[in-house]
T-cell receptor, first 118, second 111 residues
Framework: GAGVSQSPRYKVAKRGQDVALRCDPI?????LFWYQQALGQGPEFLTY????????KSGLPSDRFFAERPEGSVSTLKIQRTQQEDSAVYLC????????????????FGSGTQLSVL | SQKIEQNSEALNIQEGKTATLTCNYT??????LQWYRQDPGRGPVFLLL?????KEKRKERLKVTFDTTLKQSLFHITASQPADSATYLC??????????FGSGTRLSIRP
């Protein structure tokens, strides 16, 4: 596809349930980011991949959050034992940038997955 | 830690006027500063990028300034139109994962 694709678009989970959110980045993009966006707030960084390597996971709020990108393309963000405070929009972004010191490359975002935990 | 502050209140502008949005940051100066537009239910869309050694950048009706002494960036939309109504996000970029977003400013352009 032409852009970053995220699925599902909406997810309703009962508290304690595990969820998996998928991101299909733009083909050929080396870097992939996950952000969490609460209502009325800006995106908060969760984690960053360069190809299949997870180079920064400092933004993951707890060990219930886990992300992977096993073949360097599609990524999955998994949240175990969901809590109400996990309710937010989860945004995925990709970029052709390479290297931890690479700059000057914009991010291409998907439309996000809106997670509601009841 | 790095903090970013954008106009805390929503901005309401008459069509045709210039809208000016503010982004202030603390601590270190980023290598680059980016501006994004976000519409409801959509992901942010890139607008402009300005380097730390650039004072000003323009693209059509958009202008961004970057003052590393004041630790501030201003984002201007001239001849504003109702279609410019959206949330605008500034993002500090020091490379790769170090892209930190502000909370955004909601801009409304009334006809």
């Amino acid at each position: 596809g032409a852009g970053v694709s995220q699925s599902p678009r909406y997810k309703v989970a009962k508290r304690g349930q595990d969820v998996a959110l998928r991101c299909d980045p733009i083909s050929g993009h080396v870097s992939l980011f996950w952000y969490q966006q609460a209502l009325g707030q800006g995106p908060e960084f969760l984690t960053y991949f360069q190809n299949e390597a997870q180079l920064d996971k400092s933004g993951l709020p707890s060990d219930r959050f886990f992300a992977e990108r096993p073949e360097g393309s599609v990524s999955t963000l998994k949240i175990q034992r969901t809590q109400q405070e996990d309710s937010a929009v989860y945004l995925c972004a990709s970029s052709p940038r390479q290297g931890l010191e690479a700059t000057n490359e914009k991010l291409f975002f998907g439309s996000g997955t809106q997670l509601s935990v009841l | 830690s790095q903090k970013i502050e954008q106009n805390s209140e929503a901005l309401n502008i008459q069509e045709g006027k210039t809208a000016t949005l503010t982004c202030n940051y603390t601590n270190y100066s980023p290598a680059y500063l980016q501006w994004y537009r976000q519409d409801p239910g959509r992901g942010p869309v890139f607008l402009l990028l300005i380097r730390e050694n650039e004072k000003e950048k323009r693209k059509e009706r958009l202008k961004v300034t970057f003052d590393t002494t004041l630790k501030q960036s201003l984002f201007h939309i001239t001849a504003s139109q109702p279609a410019d109504s959206a949330t605008y996000l500034c993002a500090l970029d020091r490379g790769a994962s170090k892209i930190i977003f502000g909370s955004g400013t909601r801009l409304s352009i009334r006809p």
